[in-house]
């Protein structure tokens, strides 16, 4: 039906206003891309120095905590080296190392929220999918099968033939897909990048703020307009025009309407968003070089720094990663209650430190018969040892020693049970290394 003339100019009218007062409500407003896996890949992991220095740090951290599976017999837990779900660890597939195979893992998980691996129980492989390929299939029994693949060439897999490593849990989807750290930092790592790019654009542009180019005569073609905005940006923007002199006739003058990167305060606007991004991942920011680490940058700050990292961050990773693989791995073999998993971390640098404090404040418990040998080795976070059952053996000569040099009789004896405790032997040796630092 064919609306009057009258009525149409008004409907116009009407739709015009209600055009200019949603561009109005739009103004000022920020603006942000969705996330998804690819756009998170491409814009964030490498597109954002910061964001990929902090997934690289939490990734190459596994090569200091070698993956165990152990057994628990007579109250000590020994590594079980030739338990056959090494053999799918330690040569996860043809084309990856354990280490690349595990690195590979957290990148994509610390990327997507979700890392997924299959299992081919023919080769004895582990592969790692796509995790913007992969579907959940809930079933009425709780439990859940997949279809994975491209649009057009999805396949079903049984939830026995895969692996899920979450993140973390997504209030709104808590028994689907994890939320990653991304999902939290997303805006202030857009927000990172266009400072990145303003950056750019500015020394593009001669370092110089944008501003107004005013004449007193009256300009009365666009194409002159043009032309002067051309000629004054092919003289004096890029690096070649940045210390140019401009030389402008008595009819022209140069206005500054934008701001200064002094005015702006970019170094605190930055400092911001790292501070954000740093803290979605977990990372102290001094460990990935971040400026707003670096402000109060010594060996010390460092050093607890890297400690807090891994008991705060990667300690919890890794335990929650060995529980899935214990239960998604180890259990599918015979006699799988009979053996826990775990990531040895007796050798991580970062934490000796912590021990040899752990050590100092346990000695005497141990020397006065308080702790056994295993008791004492567990409290500062090394494995028990066979026979470690014990009290130390506290005869008189010991206690004469005691009260003659408490300090003495303490190393003596840490010292005779590092000959029978490797383990202990690298982190006394280590210990001394540091006092060796601290007095230099």
């Known amino acids: 039906m064919k609306l009057p003339f009258s009525n149409l100019i008004t409907t116009v009218q009407e739709a015009r206003a209600q055009v200019q007062l949603t561009d109005a409500w739009k103004i000022g407003t920020a603006t942000f891309d969705d996330l998804n896996y690819r756009r998170a890949t491409k814009d964030a992991y490498k597109k954002n120095a910061l964001v990929y220095a902090c997934i690289r740090e939490i990734a190459t951290s596994v090569s200091e905590a070698p993956f165990q599976v152990t057994r628990e017999v007579n109250s000590v837990i020994s590594a079980v080296p030739d338990h056959p779900a090494h ?42 999918l796509r995790p913007d390929w992969m579907q959940i299939i809930p079933l009425r029994n709780g ?6 693949g491209p649009a057009g060439q ?19 989807d808590i028994y689907g897909f994890a939320q990653g ?37 009256r300009l009365a073609r666009q194409s002159e307009v043009n032309r002067i905005q051309r000629q004054w940006m092919r003289r004096y923007s890029g690096p070649e025009g940045w210390h140019t002199p401009a030389v ?10 934008g701001l200064t990167l002094e005015e702006l305060r970019m170094d605190t606007l930055r400092h911001v968003t790292e501070s954000r991004i740093c803290m979605g991942f977990g990372v102290p920011p001094i460990i990935v070089g971040a400026n707003v680490g670096l402000q109060r940058s010594t060996y010390s700050n460092y050093r607890e720094a890297r400690s807090t990292f891994w008991e705060e961050t990667l300690a919890p990773m890794y335990k ?19 053996f826990e998993t775990r990531f040895d971390l007796a050798k991580v640098v970062a934490l000796q430190q912590n021990r040899i404090e752990q050590v100092e404040a346990y ?27 014990r009290y130390v053996n506290n005869d008189s000569e010991g206690t004469n020693a005691t009260a003659q040099n408490t300090r003495s009789y303490h190393d003596s004896l840490l010292e005779s049970m590092a000959q029978e405790t490797p383990e202990l032997r690298e982190l006394l040796d280590h210990g001394k290394t540091q006092s060796r630092k601290v007095e230099a």
């Open 181 to 217: 750290p991304l999902e939290a930092i997303w805006r202030d790592i857009a927000t990172d990048n266009s400072a990145t790019d303003f950056f750019k654009v500015f020394f593009d542009n001669s370092a110089v703020p944008s501003g107004i180019i005013k004449v007193k005569r």
């Open 363 to 389: 000695t005497p418990a141990l020397a006065a018969g308080g702790l056994t040998v295993n008791q004492f080795l567990t409290l500062i976070g090394l494995n028990p040892v066979p026979g470690g059952d």
């Open 154 to 172: 999805e396949v079903f897999l049984e939830q026995d033939e895969i692996i899920h490593f979450p993140y973390g849990v997504d209030p709104l």
């Open 87 to 128: 053999r799918w660890l330690d040569n996860p597939n043809p084309v990856m190392s354990s280490t690349e195979w595990w690195e590979a893992l957290l990148t994509i998980e610390h990327i997507a929220g979700n890392a997924w691996v299959l299992k081919d129980e023919d080769t004895e492989s582990l592969w790692i």
């Open 320 to 338: 929650r990663h060995a529980q899935i693989i214990k239960k998604d791995l180890v259990d599918d073999f015979p006699n799988g209650a009979l």
């Open 248 to 257: 402008m006739d008595e009819d022209a003058e140069y206005q500054k309407i």
């Open 143 to 148: 439990r859940r099968r997949y279809k994975y």
